[in-house]
Structures are given as structure tokens and as C-alpha cells.
């Protein structure tokens, strides 16, 4: 089955870098269109950014713009977040999905599959 486990999350303070990946298994990950979410306390799951298959496509949220940079490794089938500057509102549990959909879609309903989730505290 498919199977999507993420890692690189922790606790930082504000200004500092991680990196989240997420290693995919079960599916071919070179035809899924990949996402990374993200969940606050107390708030809707959002869109952070999203890679087309063949990795030439990005999209990503207004408010990580310019700070978080989304890439993926098709021969390692792993998929990356790098996140630059983080801000105390960036605090959440950050997931990664899997779309069969070709295009990227900011609509969570559209990825078929999940990982747990990593989280991720930025403190001031």
C-alpha cells in the first residue's frame, strides 16, 4: 500500500532554516503530483506548496513566498519542503500528499493519500 512517512520537523527559534522530507513507497511516484499541508492548533488544514510530477511546476501559498522551497527527488522517490525564515506562525503539523491528479491542486480533497504528519514549533 501506499505509504508516505515524513521527518525533519522540530523545534526552532525565529529566523531559522529546516528541511522536511518525505519518503514515498507503494506508488509511482514519478505520475503523482505531491503537496505538503499543514494544520494548526485549532485551524483548517491549508495548502502550503505543491510539485507537479516532473518536478518543473510549483505552486505555493502566499504567506511562505519567498521563504520555503518545494522540491522532490523522483529517482529517491522523496519529496522536500525547505523552509527559510520561519516565523512563529509557521507553527503547525505539516503533512505530505500524494495526488493521481497531473496538475497541482491547492484542494486537499484532491490528494488521495497521507503521511502522520511532522511537526514543527518555531518559537519567538
Known amino acids: 500500500q501506499v505509504q508516505l512517512d515524513e521527518s525533519g520537523g522540530g523545534l526552532v527559534q525565529a529566523g531559522d532554516s529546516l528541511r522536511l522530507s518525505c519518503a514515498a513507497s507503494?506508488?509511482?511516484?514519478?505520475?503523482?503530483?505531491m503537496g505538503w499541508f499543514r494544520q494548526a492548533p485549532g485551524k483548517e488544514r491549508e495548502f502550503v506548496a505543491g510539485?507537479?510530477?516532473?518536478?518543473?511546476?510549483?505552486k505555493k501559498a502566499d504567506s511562505v513566498k519567498g521563504r520555503f522551497t518545494i522540491s522532490r527527488d523522483n529517482a529517491k522517490n522523496t519529496l522536500y519542503l525547505q523552509m527559510n525564515s520561519l516565523k512563529p506562525e509557521d507553527t503547525a503539523v505539516y503533512y505530505c500528499?500524494?495526488?493521481?491528479?497531473?496538475?497541482?491542486?491547492?484542494?486537499?480533497?484532491?490528494?488521495?493519500?497521507w503521511g502522520q504528519g511532522t511537526q514543527v514549533t518555531v518559537s519567538s
Open positions: 500528499a500524494a495526488s493521481s491528479l497531473w496538475s497541482i491542486s491547492l484542494d486537499s480533497k484532491r490528494y488521495n493519500n
Open positions: 510539485i507537479s510530477p516532473n518536478g518543473v511546476t510549483t
Open positions: 507503494g506508488l509511482t511516484f514519478s505520475t503523482y503530483a
